[in-house]
């Protein structure tokens, strides 16, 4: 996919990795971007090359979601990243927790998926990126809703490929390992800084990749939980 070509998307855009991610399109040529959070915010000046227009959404609201379809209709590359990451293991995650999980990272995600998917190819293709996890593939006992969620993210991610394989919608999905952002703050693991983690998911949806391991965790991890070679 020549990303130079593109109009972006990326949800969860104002902070960690959605505002890496930003700026890894930016820096690829990409001219416009909506850059996609709750509530307003402001973005740093990525260059005059590139209009990055901060778009108020809540993907847990499927009117806004809807709305925002309409008002970003050019889209031809969705980054579904916008996440949440409630602590707990099973036995201690409150239900308030888990249900929040399971709205934003799952049905956040698919609420996206299928109000872009046809604004894609209505504009002549594209693609649909969805970051998952490492924790897709393998359990983490201390996040057991995330876990959860982002176990069911990567099904339906699956299922968003069978429904669009007769089209010009391709669907990535990207499974990260630790990433330097506040929502690991406090947490003891390896960690790859997020511009890192963006410019590699980047340069993988231009080479046509399905599967991404953007960093050193996930490239050694990754492939053999998903078993591939």
């Keep these: 996919m020549?990303?130079?070509?593109a109009v972006a998307l990326v949800t969860g855009a104002n902070r960690g990795l959605g505002q890496?991610?930003?700026?890894?399109?930016?820096?690829?040529?990409?001219?416009?971007?909506?850059?996609?959070?709750?509530?307003?915010?402001?973005l740093p000046d990525f260059g005059s090359g590139t209009s990055v227009l901060p778009l108020e959404l809540d993907i847990t609201d499927g009117a806004q979601v809807a709305r925002s379809?309409?008002?970003?209709?050019?889209?031809?590359?969705?980054?579904?990243n916008a996440g949440l990451l409630p602590h707990g293991g099973a036995m201690s995650v409150s239900e308030k927790d888990l249900l929040a999980a399971i709205e934003v990272n799952l049905m956040g995600t698919w609420?996206?998926?299928?109000?872009?998917?046809?604004?894609?190819?209505?504009?002549?293709?594209?693609?649909i990126?969805?970051?998952?996890?490492?924790?897709?593939?393998?359990?983490a006992p201390p996040f057991?809703?995330?876990?959860?969620a982002k176990y069911a993210s990567w099904a339906m991610t699956q299922s968003f490929r069978d429904d669009l394989a007769g089209t010009s919608v391709r669907v990535v999905a990207c499974f990260p390992g630790g990433i330097d952002t506040d929502m690991l703050a406090g947490v003891a693991a390896a960690k790859a800084h997020p511009d890192s983690v963006a410019?590699?998911?980047?340069?993988?949806v231009m080479r046509g990749d399905a599967n991404v391991f953007p960093d050193r965790v996930s490239a050694i991890h990754g492939p053999a939980l998903l078993g591939i070679s």
């Design 111 to 127: 609420r996206m998926a299928r109000a872009f998917a046809p604004v894609i190819e209505a504009n002549g293709g594209g693609a």
């Design 69 to 80: 379809a309409s008002h970003a209709s050019d889209v031809t590359l969705l980054i579904n």
């Design 129 to 139: 990126v969805n970051i998952l996890s490492l924790i897709s593939l393998q359990n």
């Design 2 to 5: 020549k990303v130079d070509k």
């Design 199 to 204: 410019s590699s998911i980047v340069e993988a």
């Design 20 to 42: 890496s991610l930003v700026k890894a399109l930016a820096e690829a040529g990409v001219a416009r971007i909506y850059a996609g959070a709750r509530g307003r915010f402001d």
């Design 144 to 148: 057991a809703a995330y876990s959860a």
